[in-house]
């Protein structure tokens, strides 16, 4: 299947193929189309992550939560990197401390001039990265007794 976004890919950009790579099409195309483009005309796709979209912005959501709560993978470290991807993305009210560390991440990938597709490939490690801690956190909070 075919994902579409925004072009010029950041924090939220990044983590949704990703996420979508990873944990629910692994065969995946993701297509970056200029910010102007008319979102709704773009039938040939999933679109993601683009104003007045399901897969976008919601509230506090970012669009990596708005995936989620759609596919509803049973994955706790999902949820517990969400939080991380929403105090990077956006300005939630109770940020996950690791979002502004990740924030960092994202615009120093894009001050690099690479394009889209080799920012994907070189952050995707990130993500694992990041994926393997909130797995250990999980596993710690469900081994430790009330």
């Known amino acids: 299947m075919k994902w579409i976004t925004r072009e010029k890919v950041k924090v939220d950009r990044v983590a949704c193929p990703w996420l979508i790579q990873k944990f629910i099409d692994p065969q995946a195309e993701f297509v970056f ?3 102007d483009t008319t979102w709704s005309k773009v039938t040939d796709g999933i679109v993601y992550d683009v104003p007045n979209c399901d897969l976008g912005h919601h509230g506090e959501d970012v669009s990596f939560d708005s995936i989620l709560k759609k596919y509803q993978p049973n994955d706790p470290a999902l949820y517990l990197l969400a939080g991380i991807v929403r105090a990077a993305d956006s300005h939630p009210s109770n940020p996950h401390p690791a979002g502004e560390g990740l924030r960092w991440i994202a615009h120093g990938f894009s001050a690099l001039g690479l394009s889209d597709h080799d920012i994907l490939s070189r952050e995707f490690i990130v993500y694992d ?5 909130c797995l250990r956190h999980v596993k710690q909070e469900q081994t430790i007794p009330d």
């Open 33 to 35: 189309l200029p910010a």
């Open 129 to 133: 990265a990041l994926y393997a801690e």
